[in-house]
Nanobody
Framework: QVQLVESGGGLVEAGGSLRLSCTASKRIFSSYAMGWFRQAPGKEREFVAAISWSGSNTYYADSVKGRFTISRDNAKNTGYLQMNSLKPEDTAVYYC??????????????WGQGTQVTVSS
């Protein structure tokens, strides 16, 4: 089974930017759609963005539309989440998941371990 590893999280001031990466262990990743989710303390895991296997279709939660951009490089087995104009409410652990583009977390089969993003005000 493919394994996913996120990286790129950290502490940033409000208005700043971060780019998260999600690297897969197998080439088969290039045939998977993928999604990004986040979970803040005491809250449910929520959908952030998703991208089709080819990269031609992308989907965003209303809360991040216009600020976040999802992309992928299948040659590198890696997906990305570029996060701009960050807000304190974006603070959460961010997870990548495969192999679908659904907004429902319980429909994904594979998850990474998560990377912490903290936005200070």
């Amino acid at each position: 089974q493919v394994q996913l590893v996120e990286s790129g999280g950290g502490l940033v001031e409000a208005g700043g930017s971060l780019r998260l990466s999600c690297t897969a262990s197998k080439r088969i990743f290039s045939s998977y759609a993928m999604g990004w989710f986040r979970q803040a303390p005491g809250k449910e895991r929520e959908f952030v963005a998703a991208i089709s296997w080819s990269g031609s279709n992308t989907y965003y939660a209303d809360s991040v539309k216009g600020r976040f951009t999802i992309s992928r490089d299948n040659a590198k087995n890696t997906g990305y989440l570029q996060m701009n104009s960050l807000k304190p409410e974006d603070t959460a652990v961010y997870y990548c998941a495969a192999p679908y583009t659904t907004t429902r977390a319980n429909e994904y089969d594979v998850w990474g371990q998560g990377t912490q993003v903290t936005v200070s005000s």
